[in-house]
């Protein structure tokens, strides 16, 4: 059963949440830094083509945007806590909304 897309205000309680989580915790848990490492991995290599390249594109463009307003320490957190599958299935304004109150 295909998940829905998280809203604004649930990404960014999610987002809030886990990084007082995060905080407290000696580091991230396995697949969180897993999906850290494939992050950066994916923003210095590009998208590449194949089975979900749209989806990596829209992640990559998403995490290019993240990085050039609010630094690769929220790359970090929304790499970990949202991850590649949660923003492909965001829709565009939702990520441009996103972005703008993690401004906040």
Known sequence: MPQNALSVEHAVDKL???????????????AEEARVIDAFNLM???TGIGTGAKRRTVYLEFLQRVNSVLGRDKVVL???????????RMKDRTRVELLHRMKE
């Open 44 to 46: 210095a290599t590009g």
């Open 78 to 88: 929304c790499a970990a806590i949202l991850g590649p599958s949660a923003v492909g």
């Open 16 to 30: 809030v949440n886990a990084s007082k989580l995060v905080e407290q915790r000696p580091g991230l848990k396995p």
